[in-house]
């Protein structure tokens, strides 16, 4: 089921997260409330003869009672359409964040429309050749829903597809041509954003958007009014779908940086050690940075086998344990046959320097604003999974087993994603495929199937999508790649014997 999907952003988001349904609904209701507020301004400001005007009496009395009306109006359908998918589409789970990031997109196509219509209408040399109506076709809802989807989910840009061409319509005198075609064209730069891991991909989304586009525009335009202005509709069309790459393009930055988001176009370029993060891993924790590349390549490679995101499981491992920032010597991989610290440490002491290493990578996670996608799987990466060495080290001094165990445990949360988890797995494997030393690949294939195996009876994949088909394909994946690591060790000649 799941493994059959490709590598999109809808598989990186958590099932359920933030508040409780009935306080999500009531934040949504308060914001769509105000966006609706907005829209009437906007329409009394700028569109004034689309303002509704048959209040009859209450509306000679109390001359916003049209603007009160249409708020609620407006009001009410976003939160309906957004409030029943958020509980009922199990990857609909907008917070507040999310519901603000769609209205500013929807208010800006808004805007668009309307600058669309009326500034185009004022080039004498168009309008003398142009029917007016034909403008609708360059409304950029394209770009936007490309946007959406490839910053939260293809589910969300459906859904924003539909809002927003209903509110753009509006814009525009609510033409049934220009509504369909905005649905249309909306759907149809959503579908061609499936996979964007280059700019070179949204610019191909959307020369791929533009045919559809044009079809789109000169049907509507035909069978609504006739031949008139058809060559005109198609060109526009066309111009719409190949704009909507640059589009896009312009509009994702902004987002990421206001919203918080991590576009995969982001991620590869976080990923280059140019970063100030990964430098300084580079030079103060190089053991953890050999660590957290070889996992990168393991979650990469079990992300392929199931078809979740490449990209996200390569970067984010790379940052997963920036937490250990300040701490190397607290960590194996850093020790390189130094004395162990934690022989000088009692069990509780160094419990708290290895637990820690999770909530400081959040923080550093949010200093250096890698995105929500990254500090979620850093929260995650060892799920409530237990210390066994310094459980062990502290049994001596254990009363209660049950109470110390839940001591020794990392806080969690679990994986709640298919990416968090292949990195939890990686990470486990990892660690423990390098302290057998020169392994060979069936003592590889044993250690990894016995840390998968370990990994699901503990209970740490419970919050997550991933079946037990993926769970057997991401064992495998990792096991072959790392069985390829050890294998490709080889010993050289000793420099002195050579000599002699
Ligand atoms: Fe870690
Ligand atoms: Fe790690």
Redesign the pocket.
Known sequence: MSGSKSATRSSSRPPESGPSPRGRYGRLSALSLALGAVFAVLFYLWGRELFPRAAGGWGRTFPFVGAVALTLAVALFLSEWFGFAGREVRKVRLAARDFLFLCSLALLLFFAAKAVIDLLAEIPALGRSVPTRVYVYLIPLPAFAMVVRVLINSETSILFTVAASVLSAAAVSGSWPALLFLLLSGTAGAARARWVPDRYRMLMAGVQTAPVCALAAAALEFSFHGGGGLLWAGIFGAVNGLLSGPIALAVMPVAESAFGYASDIRLIEMSGTGHPLLSRMMMETPGTFHHSVVVGTLAEAGALAIGANPVLCRVAALY??IGKLGKAQYFSENQAGAANVHDALSPGLSRAVILS??KEGVRMAGEFRLGDRITEIIAQ??GTSLLYYFLEKARPMIQDRKASEEMFRYPGPKPKTREAAIIMLA?AAEAAVRSLGRPSPQEVDETVTGIVNRVYLDGQLNECDLTLRDLHAVGRAISQVLAAVAHGRVDYPDAGKGAA
Do not use: P
């Open positions: 997963h344990d290493h999770v990466h060892h990470d």
